[in-house]
């Protein structure tokens, strides 16, 4: 049975498990001693792998509408974010935007209709749907979207978080 086959775009950006380049003088410095090198000496070293409690990460800020990184994956951001009142109309061009309710009662204000959005529940917003979340009450939400995705996407205003703080 033969490998399967990747694309050469799936492995462009991604650092192979055994680069040859940065271990040159480690087995250069073992060949011939007759010692196999050591696992770790040869590997590029495992990324740090831990749970997020999103309890104790929203417990961390108190402000409405900034959201805050928590995750990142694939290019994507995992957000999380406090929001209390109506937000921006706003759209992503060119992102679609993920929004999980943890706690409160998110309504989703879309041009055509509104969506309530309660806990335990999520709403895709995809690229170029003009909306606005609303929330009566606090709301706590994770927000999963592309990294470079501003919260107010195509408007520009004193709640645009330019830069995120992570936690």
């Given at each position: 049975?033969?490998?399967?086959?990747r694309s050469p775009t799936v492995l462009a950006g991604r650092r192979p498990r055994w680069d040859s380049r940065r271990h040159a003088d480690t087995a250069r410095a073992l060949e011939g001693t007759g010692t196999p090198?050591?696992?770790d000496a040869l590997e590029t070293p495992?990324?740090?792998?831990d749970k997020v409690n999103l309890?104790?990460?929203?417990?961390?800020f108190s402000e409405h509408g900034s959201p805050k990184v928590v995750g990142e994956l694939n290019g994507q951001h995992v957000r999380l974010a406090r929001l209390h009142g109506p937000f921006v109309w706003h759209q992503h061009d060119a992102e679609d935007e993920l929004f999980l309710v943890l706690h409160g009662q998110l309504r989703?204000?879309?041009r055509e209709r509104t969506v309530d959005v309660g806990p335990g529940e999520f709403?895709?917003?995809?690229r170029g749907v003009?909306?606005?979340p609303v929330a009566e009450e606090e709301v706590h939400v994770l927000l999963f979207e592309p990294?470079?995705?501003?919260?107010?996407?195509?408007?520009r205003e004193e709640r645009t978080a330019e830069h995120l703080l992570q936690l």
């Open positions: 049975m033969s490998a399967p086959h090198p050591a696992r495992a990324p740090e792998v309890a104790q990460k929203l417990a961390l989703m204000e879309l709403i895709i917003i995809p003009e909306h606005r990294a470079t995705t501003l919260n107010t996407g195509n408007v």
